[in-house]
Nanobody, 122 residues
Framework: QVQLQESGPGLVKPSQTLSLTCTVS??????????WSWIRQPPGKGLEWMGA???????YYSPSLKSRTSISRDTSKNQFTLQLSSVTPEDTAVYCC??????????????WGQGTQVTVTS
């Protein structure tokens, strides 16, 4: 059973870079045809897919966030990381890492982290 756990700061100041790490256990992030995504849910809004990193290391980003988003991985630690630059209070959300055989719909994700609240405030 694959388990995911997010880690990172819960508070980020405006204009800074938000950085979160997802640690995967019970499975490898290099498993063929598996994709690892970051999604978020701002207060009072729906889920938003941000981007994904594939088993091959290829990355895919939401067009609306592509200029500010970077997803990378550390295969030795079985982790993948989200970096979101130039954050504003509108980036306040619960951030969640997920895994699945595709993206970007919630139905594509078979494994979910518990999510972590990130608040952008000065």
């Amino acid at each position: 059973q694959v388990q995911l756990q997010e880690s990172g700061p819960g508070l980020v100041k405006p204009s800074q870079t938000l950085s979160l790490t997802c640690t995967v256990s019970g499975g490898s992030i290099t498993t063929n045809y598996y994709y690892w995504s970051w999604i978020r849910q701002p207060p009072g809004k729906g889920l938003e897919w941000m981007g994904a990193i594939a088993y091959s290391g290829s990355t895919y980003y939401s067009p609306s966030l592509k200029s500010r988003t970077s997803i990378s991985r550390d295969t030795s630690k079985n982790q993948f990381t989200l970096q979101l630059s130039s954050v504003t209070p509108e980036d306040t959300a619960v951030y969640c890492c997920v895994g699945g055989i595709s993206w970007p719909l919630p139905a594509d994700f078979g494994s979910w982290g518990q999510g972590t609240q990130v608040t952008v405030t000065s």
